[in-house]
């Protein structure tokens, strides 16, 4: 009998509801059920009444709960007696983050987490976002923060924030006197953006291709202000993320919405399925959506 299997009922009873207690633990649906179900076929006995149209435990259910309760209460005290003795170890939370993610929303955010909980040690590991996916697969990064969506089995993502994706041009542009544009108008245009280890890169070539054509990329850069820049300057437009464009205070360039396709800018973390997330590390979740979500406000 796995110890994990044992939580994950504990939390599915004590929310009386399995779509909860998969968001509490991190877990899809469809793996807390099955996980509960094993449990059962452990046990040899049925310990949720599945045909009630409210939650209740069976009368094995009630026996197993009391008992299982106790047994990881007393598990829990041993296993923080061991933590104590490697303290600094566990307050470590190794954080992977692009560049670009890490400037715009991680920045302050980190500051004020470690102002309100200094004895939480934060790593940085500045990678591309698939190497962060990698690095988070094989555990050697706790956490990482990318573009969404993920398409990766073993990772489970967490949504941080969601934006909107916006034409950049000059004010000196054709389409500066415009607040909204298709995509397939840009067609003859010159693209400058991020290079190939950006996300970004891969969103501007897939909407430009649904507006049927090929971008015509004149420069790419892994700099997000030289970028900028060159905009400003009319060598070309770009495809750029509101957040980031937002941070420069200048009135050389000017946003345009684009109607079709939208494009969408979904950040959110990216942990290992199944993992056990140490308290720290749920600590440096809940606290990292909470103060992104009420600065987008």
């Known amino acids: 009998m796995k110890i994990k299997d044992i939580v994950y ?30 449990l059962e076929k452990e046990v040899k006995a ?22 299982a309760k106790k047994s990881i209460e007393v598990i829990q005290e041993e296993l923080n007696k061991l933590q104590d003795t490697f303290t600094s170890c566990n307050r470590v939370i190794n954080l992977g983050l692009p560049p670009v993610i890490c400037s715009v929303y991680f920045t302050s955010v980190i500051a004020e987490f470690k102002n309100e909980n200094p004895t939480i040690d934060i790593r940085i590991i500045e990678e591309g976002a698939n190497k962060i996916k990698s690095s988070v697969e094989e555990e050697r990064i706790d956490l990482g923060a990318v573009i969404l969506p993920v398409d990766d089995s073993h990772l489970i993502t967490q949504l941080i924030s969601s ?75 770009s495809i750029m993320p509101e957040p980031i464009v937002r941070r420069f205070k200048r009135e050389d360039f000017k946003l345009i919405s684009i109607e079709n396709p939208n494009i969408s800018w979904d950040i959110g973390f990216v942990l290992k399925k199944d993992k056990l997330i140490s308290k720290y590390l749920k600590l440096f979740i809940e606290f990292t959506i909470e103060k992104i979500n009420k600065k987008n406000i």
């Open 163 to 237: 934006g909107k994706v916006m034409l950049v041009v000059s004010k000196d542009h054709r389409l500066a006197s415009v607040d909204k544009v298709n995509l397939e108008e840009l067609k003859d245009e010159k693209f400058i953006t991020f290079n190939e280890k950006f996300m970004m890169y891969n969103k501007t070539i897939e909407a430009c291709k649904i507006a049927g054509f090929e971008p015509n990329i004149i420069l790419k850069t892994s700099q997000w202000d030289y970028i900028m820049e060159m905009v400003s300057l009319n060598q070309g437009v």
């Open 9 to 38: 009922f504990l939390e599915v009873v004590k929310e009386g509801n399995f779509t909860r207690a998969a968001n509490n633990l991190y877990i899809s649906q469809p793996a807390l059920s099955k996980n509960i179900k094993n």
């Open 46 to 67: 049925q310990l949720i009444e599945r045909n009630s149209k409210s939650f209740r435990l069976t009368y094995e259910g009630e026996i197993f709960y009391n008992n």
